[in-house]
């Protein structure tokens, strides 16, 4: 028997699949949770004041790199390997392992809904925030920082209200391909 029609394969690659969709989905959650809360509230404990809001952004661009470098490339990796597997369960010679392939292919196209939303939702105000932090690098006015704040905290809160899609859709991308394994 062929390694790629082996039954027990196939059930391992989908559990492979889901696992890494739940792990960028938790990435994503880690983001919303963790990271821009501690970048918003963050203090200087010695002096009980606020980081400078340039630093915030700072913060905010290297998380932003992070989350282009890891979970778009495992994003990217995702989508390759859930077409994989759509193709090997459609193709696979056991009818009841073939007509799981539908569940799979629903998951591929869940989690593609991803790439348009970022790009809609996400994208923009992390552009701004970007973009901010370079007009705070070259201000002349000393107090830019401080006015800046306002506007910062709120697309921080624009972020994580966009940012729920970003783990909502690979969420439910993990429960059509749960249905997949399991029935």
Request: hydrophobic share 50%; aromatic share 12%.
């Amino acid at each position: 028997m062929d390694v790629l029609s082996n039954p027990t394969f196939i059930k391992a690659f989908v559990a492979l699949n889901i696992t890494w969709i739940a792990v960028v989905a938790g990435c994503a959650i880690s983001m919303y949770i963790f990271s821009i809360p501690v970048i918003s509230k963050a203090q200087d404990q010695d002096q009980h004041q606020h980081h400078s809001t340039t630093i915030m952004l700072r913060q905010f661009h290297d998380l932003i790199n992070r989350g282009t470098k890891y979970l778009q490339g495992g994003s990217r990796i995702q989508a390759v390997l859930l077409v994989i597997l759509v193709y090997l369960t459609y193709t696979h010679p056991d009818p009841e392992i073939a007509s799981r392939w539908k569940y799979f292919a629903a998951a591929t196209f869940i989690g593609a809904q991803v790439a348009w939303y970022e790009v809609v939702f996400v994208f923009p105000t992390n552009d701004r925030l970007i973009e901010m932090e370079s007009e705070l690098k070259t201000a002349n006015d000393a107090d830019a920082d401080r006015k800046a704040r306002a506007e910062v905290l709120r697309l921080f809160d624009k972020w994580r209200y966009w940012h729920v899609g970003r783990i909502v859709i690979p969420f439910a991308a993990v429960g059509v391909g749960m249905v997949g394994l399991l029935w």
